[in-house]
């Protein structure tokens, strides 16, 4: 196939709802399972790349349980399971939700300027999406592409693939089961879509 494709794209999916998603808590390597929402809602994916025009995507996938089971349930087909993908390493905060954290540790405590002790830095959070993204564009030439993966390691892609600071990602807004459409063509990037779930509204992103 020609490598001078003309317009690229990237479709990020974000993993359904999960119990610690609905109760904001961070979930980094804890592998847990979808709620029967979750599932829906992923269920509710399927046929996604046909009806936005991707054809025959190259789709990559975070190993964590959550990430997996969304692109089997939306109908796809993982062609590379990749710990690139995977979510923020969030340390010693893993479990916790941004409110408790704030509360025992730092009221200033956000993941997209403080990192997460333990796990990994806001530096080490650029560095591995970076890898990604080199990874995403090495396939870029050859196909579109989907990335099933989490909100945190979505909302970092989509900043680092616009050339963007990390710290921006805290203006997207990515809700489990949403998808977020990268496009590239000329050497101009853009977010061109930015979704909820299959029925649900989106709130627009303020980028």
């Known amino acids: 196939m020609s490598t001078n494709r003309t317009r690229r794209r990237v ?6 709802q999960t119990e610690w998603s609905l109760s904001d808590q961070h979930t980094g390597r804890t592998d847990i399972d979808l709620t029967a929402k979750g599932e829906q809602d992923a269920a509710a994916l399927k046929g996604i790349t046909e009806r936005i025009g991707l054809h025959q995507p190259f789709v990559f996938a975070s190993p ?9 349930l939306a109908g796809l087909t993982v062609d590379e399971t990749n710990e690139l993908f995977a979510e923020w390493d969030y340390g010693d905060y893993e479990g916790l939700t941004r409110v ?13 300027t403080h990192g997460a002790p333990g796990g990994e830095s806001v530096a080490d959070m650029t560095r591995r ?6 990874r995403v564009e090495s396939q870029l030439g050859a196909s579109d592409v989907v990335v099933v993966s989490h909100g945190h390691f979505s909302r970092s892609f989509i900043c680092r693939f616009l050339r963007w600071p990390i710290s921006q990602g805290a203006d997207i807004d990515l809700r489990p089961a949403g ?7 000329g050497g101009d990037r ?6 909820g779930p299959v ?9």
Not at 179 to 185: I, P, R
Not at 190 to 195: A, K, N, W
Not at 199 to 205: F, I, R
């Open 11 to 16: 479709l990020l999916i974000r993993h359904g």
């Open 64 to 72: 964590r349980r959550r990430a997996q089971r969304t692109a089997e």
């Open 100 to 112: 408790q954290i704030q509360a025992d540790h730092d009221p200033t405590w956000a993941i997209w």
């Open 129 to 134: 999406v970076d890898a990604a993204v080199d």
């Open 179 to 185: 998808s977020a459409l990268l496009a590239e063509a």
């Open 190 to 195: 853009r977010l061109s879509e930015l979704r």
């Open 199 to 207: 029925g649900e509204w989106a709130k627009p992103t303020s980028i």
